[in-house]
């Protein structure tokens, strides 16, 4: 078996070169567009080409997040901008987008796809449907244990999150920050709606709780943990953070590296306090062994504060108008960054003892004084957010070298010969006919000196052999000239390697289906007495999650609601179906008679095609389509959302649990009371809680019947409405307003 990839992130050229050079064996990045990561920094298209070669050069992998929802007039600029990657030997991409998926796997078809976690990756079904596609990877869904990763059939490559920031809702399935941010999640402009300050409410009654931050999770670590993830058949080990500091890339992919080594080498891991230390120095919103490692609950949120908190430091002993005065628990360096209890924080500029004097640093137990340049006027702790020691010290290592062999051959009456190899490629340089020496012969000592002098290259000499005759003359200069030309030569044969062979294919658009423009209206209920009213007002298709609801009424146009995450274990065939997930549409595509969900984020016709080749009779777009791109779709067999409440987002975290219940257990509070939460705004957000999920529901109605005639003018016919609470008036209005849209149009 294969030795295990560790892959860390780069937001920057600086974060890439500190992966690189600390021991990463992929790196992943973003370009200016189309990556989930719309605010780190990214590359250019000249940087990306830099990127390629250097992480090349170092025998390193690059993979290119194209991992955004793409718009139908967006899929022309992806594909060139994909071409670009293609042409300039990025490794693979990682790809969320299933429409955009199917035109790569036509176009390029032998360039490498990781399905982004952003594709909801969490069941066997799903996971053999991107298999089938051609994806080679799943990067998988954080929320699933190990043992349930183990448990995983389909023969693919896995990637798994070890490190770093984790989002609340399941990755792709988060429309939050979309619906009330103005900016998609799914487009990589996420506005870190979880981060934000909530209060939980039981009917009308708030829940006191010991945080506002209801939605913020810790930071994933599983460095003690690594043996148990080398040993489950995983293929990759990815470190979360393109948003982080070259410091924090440079020493967690140090850090993990060393540990996965050391698995290797011993089967056993050591992980100091110090490390630990280092690493809530770097970013800390407290630890958690995640899902991965059954965290729960309190054990996986800090509901205390959404950011980097850093480590203890002292607590505050005085201020006053000019000086703080603290009492150390933890050394204090000069140009350290602190932050106190209120929120407020600095740089140490100026760092004083007790008697007043400056210093550079000050030990545990010592009191330090400080300027207040920020206005304290009162704080209790004060925690170390930067440690300037821990970045010099970060920043002076030993990078990483390529490892080569050389040898050189040097006989009397034949040209010198020196050959490099570094195990997959070997370059072979000829210098002069060696002759006898007339004075000063050259000895091997000599010559192996000058052909290891490769410090100002990225190479060492593992392995130099030297063959050659007695008493003969070889010039120092054209050793060294030799040297450097096959090195030049050798960095580019690196820099410019490719893992596969170019191809490029020609395709034809696929046949637009035809289409009933007839009306049609689905509605989507939360009780019995809104089913009825549905079925009264004789609308085409009616959506239920509840089964015993769907069986009583089966026969009446009624669809089951799937689940959004699915185990593979439940079998819904020859039902009609509404389909939440991926995994679902691949296993019941052999279905006579299933539509499809929001939830699978369509936003263009490729996706729509795809869907339909997996039997999907109708399928719903994302409410993040926005208005000249429903034109653009409006000859396709789709239905629009007009009105309802969009749920925001899916969890495995019960916040109900956790803070109404008082503990980690799943509970039935829900049955019998209502819950929300309620932001600064006074915005109130409903809770359904589904067994082992939360959803999470807008404050308000998507409301698009105004513009009911524009639509229809597209070709759109096919609506739905999401109910919540409305009664038997207010839903029969909704659908009069769309009958009525339809018939005046057609009768203009």
Known sequence: MSKIELLSPAGNMECLKSAVLNGADAVYLGGKKFGARHFAANFDNLEMIEAIKFC????????????????????????????????????????????????????????????????????????????????????????MSLDEIKNLKTNIEKEVFIHGALCVSYSGCCLFSAMNGGRSGNRGECVGSCRLPYKLYENDKEVKTDGDYLLSMRSLCTLEHIGKLIDANITSLKIEGRMKSPEYVSYITRL????????????????????????????????????????????IMNIKSPNHIGIHLGNVIKVDKYKIKIKLDDTLNQEDGIRFD???????????????????????????????????????????????LLNKEI?????????????????????????????????????????????????????????????GTPFVSQSTSINMDENIFISIKELND?????????????????????VKNNFEEEKLSVKNKDLKISVLVRNEEQL????????????????????????????????????????FNDENLLVTELGAAFKYSKNNNFVSDYFLNVVNSKTVRYLESLNVKDVTLSPEVNKENIKLLGKENVTLLVYGRVELM???????????????????????????????DDKIYPLINEKHLTHILNSTNLDLLDNLEDYLDYGITSFRIDLYDEEEKDIENIINVIRYAYGYRNNK
């Open 532 to 571: 009825k009213v549905a079925l009264k007002n004789k609308v085409d298709k009616i959506f239920t999650d509840s089964f015993a609801l769907y069986n009583k009424y089966k026969g009446n146009n009624v669809y089951f609601k799937t689940k959004r995450v699915s185990d593979d274990k439940e079998n």
């Open 395 to 455: 920043n002076e290592f030993e990078k990483k070298k390529v490892k080569i062999s050389i040898t050189c051959n040097a006989f009397i009456g034949k040209k010198l010969e020196l050959v490099v190899s570094d195990n997959i490629d070997t370059i072979k340089k000829y210098g002069n006919v060696i002759e006898k020496a007339l004075n000063c012969s050259t000895d091997k000592e000599r010559v192996k000196t000058q052909l290891e002098k490769l410090g």
């Open 650 to 680: 899916v969890s495995k975290y019960c916040p109900i649990n956790m803070l109404a219940n008082g503990n980690d257990r799943r509970c039935n509070l829900c049955d019998v009371n209502k819950y929300y939460l309620k932001d600064k």
């Open 482 to 502: 030799l040297r450097r030309e096959i090195v030049e030569e050798l960095i580019n044969t690196r820099e410019n390697k490719s893992l596969y062979d170019k």
């Open 342 to 388: 209120n929120d407020k924080g600095m740089i140490v500029n100026k760092l004083y003892n007790e008697k007043g004097l400056l210093v550079n640093k000050l030990e545990k137990g010592n009191v330090a004084i400080l300027d207040n340049k920020i206005g304290l006027k009162n704080a209790k702790e004060v925690r170390k957010t930067t440690d300037v």
């Open 56 to 143: 090349h050069l170092y025998g390193v992998k690059i993979y290119v997040t194209v991992n955004t929802i793409c718009y139908e007039d967006e899929l022309e600029e992806a594909l060139d901008y994909i071409e670009f990657l293609y042409d300039n030997n990025v490794d693979a991409l990682i790809m969320q987008d299933l429409g955009l998926i199917t035109l790569v796997r036509k176009k390029f078809p032998n360039l490498e796809i990781h399905a982004s976690t952003q594709a909801h990756n969490h069941n066997d079904e799903g996971i053999r449907a991107l298999k089938e596609l051609g994806v080679k990877r799943v990067v998988l869904a954080r929320e």
């Open 256 to 299: 993990y590296r060393t540990k996965i080594d050391e698995y290797y080498k011993n089967k056993e891991i050591n992980v100091s306090n110090e490390e630990i230390k280092n690493i809530k120095k770097l970013y800390n919103r407290e630890l958690t062994k995640g899902y991965l490692f059954n965290d729960y609950g309190k054990s």
